[in-house]
């Protein structure tokens, strides 16, 4: 069952009213359903069973502590990409030999730590930064393991700004300069090179760009064996597509059906990094109606949520479904308008809906905005001196705050008046 849905007029995450909520915590606030997070990372855990893979949750896509430990606690590991990840990791005791670190700018402080902790792999992004790596691994005497990202140069046909794996894009090395990291890979001491990893871009709809993708990374792998050197690690990435409209992604099923036979007799420890297939749909924002206004083309629907709290359709043209929190959606028999839900930020960009039509919402009404559990609160900011909102977690009738609504005082805790 879905378990954000309508009961009678009310909407519901799980036995819960986001009414009850609202009224509760105040808005904008995060929900997040706890069966809805462990239904999609088992879905992909059952998928994949045969190769048995680590899945490595994207740490990005949703930093909180509490859904970090709760898919932790059962078996995930974690793909983090900063000094900031790896203490979040290290404070819910997060096994460091699932964790994974990617990013192509780890500076020295944040590779000392990662080592020090006794992480999993390194997903290397540059030359450089394996020497930095080798060095460090040398001054602290630890031995440490990479995997090399390797951009094969594949059109995941996404948005622009979360598309990875092309020539134009910043991320891992091209095939060549990974043969080059291999075949010198005795210079870089302490370090063990043990693995591939690829990640062409996120919200991936189809397998095919996939298949493409790991089709050329395993040719490499080939032309490495034959080299005499062996691969033992492959790290596919993440990227799985949801629906936020009405795209019809791969299913985890399909995806495995396409990409597991292509390992199949290979000796590959299997690693899957996804965010927003686990946490997209585990999560909506609520954010209340403070006024609306007409103009001659169409209705400003003006909310207590912005940009600030929810950055994706700003961003990203990102379209997230809005619905009533009472009243069940709008049949052929509802009035609808033409409306934009904005927030209050100072900016014409700052939106959460454009030109839809919907029903003539007003004042005071709670709205329920949809997938927002992936890069929602994580790519949150305090623009406009607006107090990140609070995040809650569901859980049948059991609600628990997971993070508390920012402060006056959180907003100025760095800052001071000086006078000069
Ligand atoms: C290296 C890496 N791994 C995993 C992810 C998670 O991606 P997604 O949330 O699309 O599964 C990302 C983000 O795109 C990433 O950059
Ligand atoms: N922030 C992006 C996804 C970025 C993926 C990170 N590599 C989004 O909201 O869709």
Do not use: W
């Amino acid at each position: 069952m879905h378990e954000f849905r309508y009961v009678g007029d009310e909407f519901y995450c799980e036995d819960v009213r986001v009414g009850d909520l609202a009224r509760r915590y105040g808005t904008p606030l995060y929900v997040y359903s706890h069966k809805t997070l462990l239904d999609h990372f088992h879905k992909l855990r059952r998928a994949f069973a045969p190769a048995a893979p680590l899945i490595c949750f994207s740490v990005k896509s949703n930093s909180s502590l509490s859904l970090m430990k709760a898919l932790t606690d059962d078996g995930a590991g974690l793909d983090i990409v900063s000094g900031g990840e790896l203490h979040r990791a290290m404070r819910i005791k997060a096994d460091p030999r699932k964790i994974v670190y990617a990013s192509v700018g780890k500076t020295r402080e944040e590779i000392v730590a990662a080592i020090r902790y006794g992480i999993l792999y390194f997903n290397v992004e540059s030359i450089q930064e394996l020497g930095v790596i080798s060095a460090v691994a040398q001054e602290l005497r630890r031995d440490t393991r990479v995997c090399i990202r390797i951009n094969p140069n594949i059109d995941p046909h996404t948005h622009r700004y979360i598309t990875t794996g092309t020539v134009e894009s910043k991320f891992g090395v091209d095939l060549e300069t990974a043969r080059v990291i291999f075949l010198n890979r005795p210079n870089f001491k302490r370090v063990s090179v043990e693995g591939v990893h690829v990640h062409i871009g996120s919200q991936i709809t189809q397998a095919a760009p996939f298949v493409a993708a790991l089709k050329r990374v395993l040719r490499f792998i080939d032309h490495l064996k034959k080299a005499g050197i062996t691969v033992r690690t492959l790290n596919i990435g993440g990227g799985l597509g949801i629906i936020y409209k009405q795209e019809d992604p791969q299913t985890a099923q399909e995806y495995a059906e396409e990409i597991l036979p292509l390992l199949t007799s290979r000796r590959l420890r299997l690693i899957l990094e996804p965010g927003r297939f686990i946490v997209g749909n585990a999560g909506v924002l609520l954010t209340q109606v403070l006024y609306v206004k007409d103009s001659p083309k169409k209705r400003f629907v003006v909310v207590d949520a912005g940009m600030n709290d929810l950055a994706r359709p700003s961003l990203y043209g990102a379209y997230h479904e809005v619905h009533p929190a009472q009243g069940a959606r709008p049949d052929s028999k509802t009035t609808l308008k033409r409306s934009d839900v904005v927030g209050p930020i100072c900016e014409s960009g700052d939106f959460l809906a454009l030109n839809r039509m919907m029903p003539l919402f007003d004042a005071g009404e709670l709205l329920v905005v949809m997938g927002a559990g992936a890069y929602g609160f994580s790519m949150a900011s305090n623009y406009n001196s607006r107090r990140r909102p609070a995040e809650v977690l569901v859980k049948g009738r059991t609600v628990r705050v997971i993070r508390q609504r920012e402060s006056y005082a959180d907003l100025l805790r760095h800052e001071k008046v000086v006078e000069l």
